[in-house]
């Protein structure tokens, strides 16, 4: 199913679909993200199967990648390759506009929808849809704290309570 044109909000930033797994045989997937005005820091993360590529359109975003702070702005990219911890925001008075490519594409349309529609407006989502999102889409999506261990036994035991964050349209 293609996701294509879909917008999300997700912890504040607007996402825009453009390509998702769907269109490019499951090697792509691209969306354009509306980061806001000293967004707030997502969780310090990594994609244990995907490298990430950053395109700055608009203003600027900084990154933390494997501990190394960078700012990177409109004109910039940066790449992160599979498996590096890291975050960004934007620390800027205005918004950010970012192409934000992801190879291969594996499920990240689903994944941010999913967690889209757990935030439900809230700025996260509640534990019990966390944990039933970030054990489906472990391949997509690991963060950096607890171990990988505690986050799949915790995340295991409180997924059940939290699937109703998972259907899609």
Not at 20 to 25: D, M, R, V
Request: hydrophobic share 40%; proline share 8%; aromatic share 8%.
């Amino acid at each position: 199913m293609s996701l294509v044109g879909v917008e999300l909000e997700n912890g504040g930033i607007l996402l825009k679909f453009v390509q998702t797994a769907a269109e490019t045989g499951g090697a792509l997937h691209v969306q354009e993200a509306r980061y806001p005005p000293h967004s707030p820091r997502p969780p310090y993360h990594r994609h244990p199967s995907q490298a990430e590529r950053f395109e700055i359109v608009e203003g600027a975003l900084e990154f933390v990648i494997a501990g190394e702070k960078r700012l990177v702005r409109a004109g910039e990219h940066v790449d992160i390759p599979k498996n590096a911890f890291h975050l960004a925001r934007n620390p800027g008075d205005t918004q950010a506009l970012v192409i934000w490519e992801t190879r291969p594409a594996l499920r990240t349309a689903e994944f941010f929808y999913a967690m889209s529609r757990a935030t439900r407006g809230r700025a996260r989502p509640r534990l019990i849809d966390a944990a039933a999102i970030l054990s489906e889409y472990r391949a997509e999506f690991e963060l950096a704290k607890p171990s990988p261990l505690v986050q799949r036994i915790l995340f295991g035991c409180l997924a059940p309570f939290g699937r109703s964050a998972l259907k899609m349209p």
